[in-house]
Nanobody
Framework: VQLVESGGGLVRPGGSLRLSCAAS????????MNWYRRAPGEERELVAS???????NYRDSVKGRFTISRDNAKNTVYLQMNTLKSEDTAVYYC????????WGQGTQVTVSS
């Protein structure tokens, strides 16, 4: 199983980024897909989840700004991040969860002026 994230980078406050996570080696459409992040000196935290049927959940601090989506035909999950804030700076990780879980290598998102 491989999860490969892309789309991270440096963006100014108020800007947008779209993260992608391409999955291979698993039956993507039956797995819950999650985005986590870890800020410097902080614990890893769950940002957003999308169930196989499309139901979504978000942590309160990103509601209304972030949108998680999935394309089962492309085995890819996305995280659209708008109105980014400095506190969104972190390494963002893709996670696949069913009976077990898998992790991507992470992609750095830096929000700074």
């Amino acid at each position: 199983v491989q999860l490969v994230e892309s789309g991270g980078g440096l963006v100014r406050p108020g800007g947008s980024l779209r993260l992608s996570c391409a999955a291979s080696g698993l039956a993507f459409n039956v797995w819950t897909m999650n985005w986590y992040r870890r800020a410097p000196g902080e614990e890893r935290e769950l940002v957003a989840s999308i169930a196989p049927g499309g139901a979504t959940n978000y942590r309160d601090s990103v509601k209304g700004r972030f949108t998680i989506s999935r394309d089962n035909a492309k085995n890819t999950v996305y995280l659209q991040m708008n109105t980014l804030k400095s506190e969104d700076t972190a390494v963002y990780y893709c996670n696949a969860l069913l009976i077990r879980q898998y992790w991507g290598q992470g992609t750095q998102v830096t929000v700074s002026s």
